[in-house]
């Protein structure tokens, strides 16, 4: 990648990324249908959260990068559904919470991860082989579905129908993961034809890495400085 290439994608991620950070938190009408809601609303607000969630489809995009086939895809994708659902159901109906702004800070470090392997930097930079993808898959769903459930509880639930309410959430979370990622899936199994592809994949995954510290600054700092 040229000097010009990757100055355009510095100043691309500086721009876009406040935006994307923006629509990314708990707002107060989202509280407002889950008060005024039965259990669809959890669904429509689990599923906006995941259409919003630029950090889970950023590292969902980076493992869609790294497979060639559509069972792969089916595969992973569904490693990935199965870790998060765990912790986001298990860790909210137990009550076991953490700083929001840490756990975002790690599931920056999953985008990061992603975007430093699609390009070699194990074998390039640490000269060793990459851990095992379909692992590490699991092992960042489980991370993000935390992140997921600490999203959920700075909602007022209440009591009646918590489970429910829980299975409700993630099932739009399901939903939502699944329309957002048709577009992702559908342009990058076309582009893979195209002479382009090559230069397309190293620009893409540059801006993985890019995003992926530029978001994990901006949660340190949330974190050290209440933003």
């Not at 392997?117 to 699991?138: A, Q, R, T, Y």
Request: glycine share 10%; hydrophobic share 50%; proline share 1%.
């Amino acid at each position: 990648m040229d000097r010009s290439k990757l100055r355009l994608l510095v100043t691309s991620v500086f721009f876009v990324c406040p935006l994307l950070l923006a629509a990314h938190g708990v707002s107060s009408s989202d509280q407002e249908v889950l008060n005024n809601g039965g259990l669809l609303s959890y669904i429509y607000v689990g599923a906006k959260h995941m259409v919003t969630g630029y950090d889970h489809l950023l590292f969902l995009a980076g493992v869609i990068f790294y497979l060639s086939g559509f069972k792969d895809i089916v595969r992973f994708i569904t490693v990935f559904t199965v870790g998060h659902s765990i912790t986001l159901i298990g860790a909210t109906y137990l009550g076991i919470a953490a700083n929001e702004h840490l756990i975002d800070a790690v599931i920056a470090l999953s985008v990061l991860y992603k975007g430093f392997e699609n390009l070699g930097g194990f074998e390039k930079h640490l000269k060793i082989k990459s851990p095992n993808l379909l692992l590490m898959v699991f092992i960042f769903g489980l991370i993000h579905g935390f992140g997921l459930s600490t999203r959920l509880q700075s909602f007022e639930v209440g009591t009646v129908q918590f489970l429910a309410k829980i299975i409700s959430f993630n099932v739009g979370v399901e939903l939502g993961q699944i329309l957002a990622l048709i577009p992702i899936v559908f342009i990058i199994t076309k582009w893979q034809s195209k002479k382009s592809y090559d230069a397309f994949y190293k620009a893409a995954n540059y801006y993985l890495v890019i995003a992926g510290i530029g978001l994990f600054i901006y949660q340190i700092y949330g974190y050290l400085y209440g933003h």
